[in-house]
């Protein structure tokens, strides 16, 4: 390369990335305008479309699927108009939806009630059906998910004084939604059991 010669791309090579971009542009702009006219030409259709689409992506509650038709500009007549057809047809059921969610999050992640009641509000389901999904988790079915939790986290705190490991593991508890007195028992119990086993291990190591 000479001396002073430029470095820069061709002229033609800017101006062919500008006219990519003023298309890109010009079609989005194409895509809300026909959007728009859609919306106004029948929300109804425009709604089910947008909920269809969510649907295709992860199962959905109704207040979740309102709240993406509003945030798409729905008309409120229109999106109730979408969630009881989509109802009748079975494609929105936020019994099931809840009853399928509390199962994944407890048996997967050992969430508590607490927590799972929590995750349900907020998408949007009913008071009443998260009370109902919520009554196939009881007190005994907690305290086997906080125990399993609890000793799966147990050899990543070995060799921390013992109240510092009360405190992580507590802590751990408490984020998944279970209440102050289901992690004190479960973690006292899983550290007495590891001291038994410790006790049993060197009995059996001395003989």
Same mark, same amino acid.
């Given at each position: 390369?000479? /001396? +002073?010669? *430029?470095?820069?791309?061709?002229?033609?090579?800017?101006?062919?990335? !500008?006219? =990519? /971009? +003023?298309? *890109?542009?010009?079609?989005?702009?194409?895509?809300?305008?026909?959007? !728009?006219? =859609?919306?106004?030409?029948?929300?109804?259709s425009a709604g089910r479309e947008i909920c269809l689409r969510a649907l295709t992506m992860a199962p959905r509650s109704g207040g979740e699927l309102a709240q993406a038709m509003r945030r798409k500009g729905v008309p409120d007549e229109a999106a109730a108009e979408v969630l009881r057809r989509l109802t009748d047809a079975g494609l929105v059921d936020d019994e099931a939806f809840a009853e399928a969610w509390v199962s994944s999050r407890h048996g997967g992640k050992g969430l508590a009630r607490r927590a799972l009641a929590g995750e349900l509000r907020r998408r949007g389901v009913d008071d009443t059906v998260v009370e109902g999904a919520l009554s196939q988790v009881g007190d005994d079915d907690e305290v086997i998910a906080a125990t399993a939790l609890v000793r799966r986290k147990l050899a990543s705190t070995a060799g921390l004084p013992t109240p510092a490991r009360v405190r992580r593991l507590s802590s751990m508890l408490a984020r998944k939604g279970y209440s102050g007195g289901v992690a004190a028992r479960v973690v006292r119990d899983a550290l007495g059991a590891e001291a038994a086993e410790l006790l049993e291990a060197a009995d059996q190591r001395s003989l």
């Open positions: 390369m000479t /001396t +002073g010669q *430029s470095r820069s791309r061709p002229p033609s090579a800017g101006r062919s990335g !500008a006219r =990519a /971009t +003023g298309e *890109s542009g010009d079609k989005a702009l194409a895509g809300r305008a026909a959007a !728009a006219e =859609a919306m106004a030409a029948d929300p109804v």
